[in-house]
């Protein structure tokens, strides 16, 4: 079965400061992958997808990257956080069969102070 | 534009009742539909999709798919207070590329 991972699950970090979250999933080969925010009262936005290594595309122009250095691995960085970047991250795949169901891993809260 | 649109609640139903959560979308083209259920404070699960019109039981949770008038809905039968949490509805766009989602429906259940 295919089981996603992504820490820290939760970080508080100063204006200004760098940012590093990082996501892996078992069990499956050549994933999409997804890097989403939640905001406290608001929905889930896409940031990134990945279709490969790579491969990355940005949905919403911000300061924040990712990247894509193996097949199974997906990051979430910045150079430096602002106060607007505090939220739930979300990590997610999509598998292949199920209507191309995504899965999310357990999310990383950020606070940003 | 493409959206999903949930009435966002709180909706409130009592222990042992049906709660019936309902979600629009506006692209026609639209193929496969699903419903996550999410706890305060963790990333959403899923609870099925459906993308066929007609309904899909699985245990206490009927999705219901109406493609002609762009809606499709869930039914929780016999609530159960563990049931509490906000149930968002996600659609994807008619090339099944992008997945749109609603901003979702809280759902309260009172014992």
């Known amino acids: 079965s295919q089981t996603i991972h992504q820490w820290p699950a939760t970080l508080v970090q100063p204006v200004g400061s760098p940012l590093s979250l990082e996501c892996t999933v078992e069990?499956?080969?050549?994933?999409?992958l997804y890097w989403y925010r939640q905001a406290a009262g608001r929905g889930l936005q896409l940031l990134f997808y990945?279709?490969?290594?790579?491969?990355i595309s940005s949905e919403v122009p911000q300061n924040l990257s990712a990247s894509r250095p193996q097949d199974r691995q997906f990051i979430l960085s910045s150079k430096k956080l602002l106060l607007s970047d505090s939220g739930f991250y979300l990590c997610?795949?999509?598998?292949?069969?199920?209507?191309?169901?995504?899965?999310f891993g357990e999310g990383s809260w950020l606070t940003v102070v | 534009q493409k959206e999903v649109e949930q009435n966002s609640g709180p909706l409130s139903v009592p222990e042992g009742a049906i709660a019936s959560l309902n979600c629009t979308y506006s692209?026609?083209?639209?193929?496969?539909f699903f419903w996550y259920r999410q706890y305060s404070g963790k990333s959403p699960e899923l609870i099925m999709f459906?993308?066929s019109n007609g309904d899909k039981e699985d245990g206490r949770f009927t999705a219901q798919l109406n493609k002609a008038s762009q809606y499709v809905s869930l039914l929780i039968r016999d609530s159960q207070p563990s049931d509490s949490a906000t149930y968002l509805c996600?659609?994807?766009?008619?090339?099944?590329?992008?997945?749109?989602w609603g901003l979702g429906t809280s759902l309260a259940v009172n014992p």
């Open positions: 997610a795949h999509r598998t292949g069969n199920e209507g191309n169901t995504i899965y």
């Open positions: 069990g499956t080969s050549n994933p999409n």
């Open positions: 990945s279709v490969g290594i790579g491969q």
């Open positions: 692209d026609r083209g639209s193929q496969s």
């Open positions: 459906i993308y």
């Open positions: 996600a659609v994807y766009a008619g090339n099944n590329r992008k997945l749109i």
